[in-house]
């Protein structure tokens, strides 16, 4: 079993994802029995894992560079149990959100299956064709609704992800014609003799690559499809795509750089600075636009723009501790984004609009749900005794030390402007000014009881977790040791 | 100019393409032109003066073996054209939904009526 | 679309008798070609790719002569998405198979026979059948929605 | 306006491109795996199509996906598409 682990968990969502298209029955059951399976499976051998083990899949039994290699190294298993993990509550706030028909978990669960392809998988080409195939389930979930507006937010993420794909594809393309060669490792043990001849091609492979995947995680100039593709989607679809499909580029990043493209110095110092401005203009763009959103998803998408800013910039720092840092602040945001976008979605129902200004009075109707927003909002602002916090703090102190001062600044100001745009919800939440608070005349009376419950328990759930990672970030950071280990050491075996 | 360099040309005009045209039908074919000039790009990487193709028959020898062309642009190429397939067929999928829902496909009108 | 426009208006496809027959007689060939591209895949160039798009087209020119309604009446479109979804676990299925017989997922599990002739290269023929009939329902698939559902244009 | 610097940045990302490419056109470099598709692929895979051998044998994990995707495009716009009574 411990063999086919990697191939196990990519496929069997995989396969019962077409399952239920066929049959039509059981569909929760089975979608929940795909995701928690392979779950299952990983957690049964994460001590291996965690250890620093690495298990190495060769698919049709071909030697190292001839055939596709799975690897579960320490960062695929954190990114796979984050996916894992999410993918769980998403599923089951899905079954609060809405009746949803096969298809809807059909296109879920082959959006997480392409997102642990991308991870496992130690093949360039194999990446792209995974990450088309997660593009693709996003575009159908983005357009779930088939309303005219998200229709167009689908055909912009459908033509940014097309334009940056084959950008990776180009990339791909320079890489094999001078290592003749797909797989990663191999790649990275014939790096330094290539590079040394042919500087030039491996810097526009380099650009290509980065280009490509940074239309993907919304890196600053090329955010422009973000905010609609992810406020317009159903909540559920938000917090898929705001809290883990996003990572999945960044991920894609540390592979490429940290296996790649960094082993020769030269470029990866002059990325480094690359990276901080990078992170820097993406973080303060972000938390600007944010403060001028009044639609409440849309706020959040911003926020995960000012979000991925602070990430990009702990890996461009670079150092053990900034690295350490970053990969927390992937899981936190994750657990924080996903709770405010189910919060949100819960909101929505409640009262029918996504505008700020409906939102006043909200705490009387929804105590709870408003404290879970105001925790989480509390941990993307960075106040202690919220994981948030612990992250952002690691950065800042990474970023002292590593002698960049002016990144603390810079992230102290995002932060100061994330609160203002977050207070301002908060502030709403509690003005009981408004005489007649409005009330979404089809609130679902049918809905049975036990499906409300399991929307509002992930949220609590969530909120709990956040937390308690907030208190003891040793539970996180444990987890996330071996991945750094595996990053530092450049994914050597 | 080689068909490596023909294949960028092509890259940057379909990307010319995707940018600067209004219609989004002509914004797909700026897609297509990209996703053509990637398979271009492969295909002539892969190509060695004189070369054969790689496949064996009765009237090609295995000691032609040295002229035949690397086979593994050429498999990845067919992956390639199938995904270019399928994207060019959801975009204009939805080109018809969204006509159907706002009767344009101008995207300064699009973008004008949210 | 202008073309789109008066077709939908009237609403029923008329073309002439001689495209209708030559469609017919030339319907069979056709499929003849493309099921030889894909059994001869390995052997030869071509492969289950494109002897699936040719099956695909096939399919279409019939469409396109006989009109709508009476290619329904002949290929039984409800079965379609019945056989993609199938054949793809099917797929799945040989790679699993693969890994409980040769212990690699999708690794061949049937001897690789006498280098040249049909029978020979392991599961790829039945690999090329696959992506063949997968390919061609799928084409076959794009053209019929796009067509059928087109919206009022 | 837009219009125009964006052209004037495309071609000057298209000239840097295109001058730094330094492979030589019909003379591939670093073909010692291809080689190994050429000489022993079919001994290894039985097949005399080697581009098939790379396809379905070597790479077949890639088809497998890649189906899966032109799946998902008929899917998709059977879903967009079809209406609803």
């Known amino acids: 079993m411990k063999n086919h682990l990697p191939i196990l968990i990519i496929i069997l969502p995989l396969a019962v994802g077409f ?157 094999y014609a001078l290592f003749g060669i797909l797989d990663l490792p191999s790649i990275s043990e014939k790096y330094l003799v290539i590079f040394s001849a042919n500087r030039e091609m491996i810097l526009i492979a380099f650009a290509l690559m980065i280009i490509g995947i940074g239309i993907k995680v919304a890196a600053f100039p090329l955010h ?169 703090f690691i950065i800042c102190s990474a970023a002292i030390e590593a002698g960049f001062p002016l990144i603390v600044v810079i992230i102290l100001i995002a932060s100061v402007i994330t609160a203002a745009y977050y207070f301002k919800i908060i502030y709403l939440f509690f003005d009981l000014s408004a005489t007649s608070v409005k009330i979404n005349k089809s609130s679902r009376r049918e809905l049975a009881s036990l499906r409300i419950i399991l929307g509002y328990w992930t949220i609590y759930i969530l909120t709990g977790i956040s937390v308690l990672l907030g208190v003891f970030p040793s539970l996180g950071i444990d987890l996330l040791e071996p991945a750094v280990m595996s990053i530092l050491s450049n994914f050597a075996p | 100019m080689n068909p490596l360099h023909i294949s960028i040309l092509l890259f940057f005009i379909g990307l010319y393409g995707v940018i600067n045209k209004n219609n989004l039908i002509k914004k797909i074919i700026g897609l297509t032109i990209i996703n053509g000039s990637t398979v271009l790009f492969f295909i002539s990487i892969s190509y060695s003066e004189g070369g054969i193709a790689p496949i064996f028959s009765k009237d090609i020898s295995r000691e032609s073996v040295q002229a035949m062309v690397n086979p593994v642009p050429q498999a990845l190429m067919l992956t390639a054209i199938v995904i270019g397939v399928s994207v060019t067929a959801l975009a204009l999928a939805l080109i018809v939904k969204i006509y159907e829902k706002y009767k344009t496909l101008d995207i300064q009108q699009l973008l004008k009526g949210r | 679309m202008v073309l789109l426009s008066s077709y939908g208006e009237k609403n029923k496809m008329k073309s002439s008798n001689i495209i209708k027959t030559i469609a017919q007689k030339l319907f069979p060939f056709i499929l003849l070609f493309g099921i030889y ?117 | 306006m837009k219009k125009y610097i964006s052209i004037l940045f495309l071609i000057t990302i298209t000239l840097i491109i295109i001058f730094s490419i330094n492979l030589e056109f019909g003379k591939p470099i670093n073909l010692e795996f291809a080689n190994h598709y050429l000489n022993k692929g079919i001994e290894e895979t039985g097949a005399m199509n080697l581009v098939a051998s790379v396809y379905l044998d070597y790479r077949a994990y890639d088809t497998l996906i890649e189906t899966v995707i032109l799946f998902m495009a008929v899917y998709g716009i059977t879903f967009f598409l079809r209406r609803e009574k």
Request: with cysteine; charged share 10%; hydrophobic share 50%.
């Open chain 1, 19 to 175: 399952f239920i298209l066929l049959f039509k029955k059981y569909i929760i059951q089975l979608s929940l029995g795909a995701i928690f399976i392979p779950l299952f499976l990983l957690l049964k051998f994460s001590s291996g894992f965690l250890d620093g083990n690495v298990i190495v899949y060769k698919l049709g039994g071909w030697e190292s560079p001839l055939g596709i290699h799975l690897v579960i190294d320490g960062l695929s298993f954190y990114f796979s149990l984050l996916v894992l993990c999410a993918a769980v509550f998403i599923v089951l706030y899905s079954l609060y959100e809405e009746t949803y028909p096969s298809s809807y978990y059909f296109y879920l669960l082959l959006s997480v299956s392409s997102m642990l392809g991308i991870i496992f998988t130690a093949d360039i080409f194999n990446m792209y064709i995974f990450y088309e195939l997660l593009t693709i389930s996003t575009y159908l979930l983005i357009a779930y609704s088939k309303k005219g507006k998200s229709l167009k937010a689908s055909f912009n993420y459908l033509i940014m992800g097309g334009v940056g794909l084959s950008f990776f594809l180009l990339g791909t393309g320079f890489l």
């Open chain 1, 224 to 392: 422009g499809w973000l905010p609609d593709a992810h406020s317009l989607a159903p909540s559920s679809v938000s917090a898929l795509l705001s809290g883990i499909t996003v990572k999945i580029g960044i991920y894609c990043f540390i592979r490429l750089i940290y296996g790649i493209f960094g082993l020769e110095k030269y470029l990866f110092i002059k990325t480094e600075q690359f990276y901080l401005t990078l992170g820097s203009v993406t973080l303060l763009f972000g938390a600007t636009m944010a403060l001028a959103q009044i639609d409440l998803k849309r706020l959040l998408a911003f926020s995960t723009i000012n979000q991925i800013g602070i990430i990009l910039i702990g890996f461009g720092i670079g150092t053990k501790t900034g690295l350490t840092g970053a990969l927390f602040h992937i899981l936190n945001h994750a657990i924080l984004k996903i709770s405010l976008f189910f919060c949100a979605g819960i909101i929505i129902k409640k009262t029918g609009s996504r505008l700020l200004q409906d939102l006043k009075g909200f705490s009387r109707r929804e105590p709870f749900i408003v404290l879970s927003f105001i925790i989480a909002s509390m941990g993307m602002i960075g106040i202690p005794s919220v994981n948030g916090f612990i992250s952002k």
């Open chain 3, 37 to 153: 591209l894909i059994l001869h895949g390995h052997l030869s160039p071509g492969g289950g790719f494109q002897g699936g798009v040719v099956l695909g087209t096939a399919v279409i020119l019939l469409f396109l002569s006989y009109g709508i309604e009476e290619t329904e009446r002949k290929v039984k479109i409800k079965y379609l998405s019945i056989i993609e979804v199938s054949i793809i676990l099917f797929f799945i299925f040989i790679g699993v198979f693969g890994m409980l017989t040769a212990n690699f997922f999708l690794k061949n599990f049937l001897p690789l026979g006498r280098t040249g002739q049909i029978l020979s290269g392991g599961f790829m023929p039945l690999l090329n059948f696959v992506i063949g009939i997968k390919v061609a329902a799928g084409i076959f698939g794009i053209f019929y929605i796009l067509f059928k559902y087109r919206g009022e244009i």
